[in-house]
T-cell receptor, first 114, second 115 residues
Framework: AQSVTQPDIHITVSEGASLELRCNYSYGATPYLFWYVQSPGQGLQLLLKYFSGDTLVQGIKGFEAEFKRSQSSFNLRKPSVHWSDAAEYFCAVGAGGSQGNLIFGKGTKLSVKP | GAVVSQHPSRVICKSGTSVKIECRSLDFQATTMFWYRQFPKQSLMLMATSNEGSKATYEQGVEKDKFLINHASLTLSTLTVTSAHPEDSSFYIC???????????FGSGTRLTVV
């Protein structure tokens, strides 16, 4: 069965520092992978997605993610974190390829120190 | 583009009453809508999948008679929580699948509190 693992429940980084949020997936075929960000009490905003092609994906707000099939990973990175990046981040895989729903990881809460 | 408008954003209701949550696709046609539930500090769990003009498909463990989903048009899907109880208090989010490789777009969520 498809699944998504986000090993880090909570991460704290200093403003201006680099960030990497980990995501591992379990999926039998080529996965459709997503990263979303959620502010408290809000819906989800898409940061980036991977369907095929270049394994390094650029997203909004300066985020990028790299798909590594050999490691079943899709880690999210940002070179310099801003205080406004503090939020909950969810990695997700599209169940049934592009046809089904999303399966989410449990999320990683990002806190940013001044 | 591809905006889903979800209302209400917050609702408080008494036990035993029903609450309707609406999700409208504003600038596209949503053939398929997904309804998720999110408990505090937890991930999103799929409740059901609705396709326009047909019955919703519910995930295992979700009571279809309690969580009524209607997707009568390509721009509107509703979730009605019937005979609500305090344990139904949660954050409910709808999501529409976009055509092609557009991915998914989400509503802003509804915080339901049953007292």
């Amino acid at each position: 069965a498809q699944s998504v693992t986000q090993p880090d429940i909570h991460i704290t980084v200093s403003e201006g520092a680099s960030l990497e949020l980990r995501c591992n997936y379990s999926y039998g075929a080529t996965p459709y992978l997503f990263w979303y960000v959620q502010s408290p009490g809000q819906g989800l905003q898409l940061l980036l997605k991977y369907f095929s092609g270049d394994t390094l994906v650029q997203g909004i707000k300066g985020f990028e993610a790299e798909f590594k099939r050999s490691q079943s990973s899709f880690n999210l990175r940002k070179p310099s974190v801003h205080w406004s990046d503090a939020a909950e981040y969810f990695c997700a895989v599209g169940a049934g390829g592009s046809q089904g729903n999303l399966i989410f990881g449990k999320g990683t809460k990002l806190s940013v120190k001044p | 583009g591809a905006v889903v408008s979800q209302h209400p954003s917050r609702v408080i209701c008494k036990s035993g009453t029903s609450v309707k949550i609406e999700c409208r696709s504003l600038d596209f046609q949503a053939t398929t809508m997904f309804w998720y539930r999110q408990f505090p500090k937890q991930s999103l769990m799929l409740m059901a999948t609705s396709n326009e003009g047909s019955k919703a498909t519910y995930e295992q463990g979700v009571e279809k008679d309690k969580f009524l989903i209607n997707h009568a048009s390509l721009t509107l899907s509703t979730l009605t929580v019937t005979s609500a109880h305090p344990e139904d208090s949660s954050f409910y989010i709808c999501s529409a699948r976009l055509m092609g490789f557009g991915g998914y777009t989400f509503g802003s969520g509804t915080r339901l509190t049953v007292v």
